[in-house]
């Protein structure tokens, strides 16, 4: 008798896709814009996203995180701020790699949202996205990139 069997982490949390997010620049620099009582910063995350799975997988582009190091850990610093069935979805097909390009804006001083969750923006960062795959029920499992380094253009 021979047994098989594949497990996730909970009964909830699938397996992550097999995929990578790949950011395409070493260094992105952010530019500070204030406006009113607000100082924001914005940059261009560009990555390629490959899908090395046998299923199609779907990227929502509200589906995009910023994550910083700490304690041994990443932790979110960014995450959009999106309204109920304003985000575009991007189906990729196995074996595809899509660019896409995450346009971050985030207050780092006065009233706004979504906000800079880091004492500084300066530093080591990754993006991390959401991907669906086909089929996929519970919780949606999260691909992070390989680091970048982020540079206050301000400065």
Known sequence: VTWAATACSSATEPSAPRATVTVQRDTIVASRVVGGSVTRIRFTVPAAIHNA?????TYPFCAAFIEAPARGVWDVVWSPSCVLGSSTDLEIAPGETRQVAVEVSAAVAGPGGPTWGSAAVDGTYRLAVRLV?????????????????LVDGSR
Not at 133 to 142: D, E, K, Y
């Open 133 to 149: 795959a086909a089929g996929l029920t519970g919780r949606i499992p999260q691909v992070p990139s390989n680091p970048f380094t």
């Open 53 to 57: 799975g046998p299923v199609s997988l």
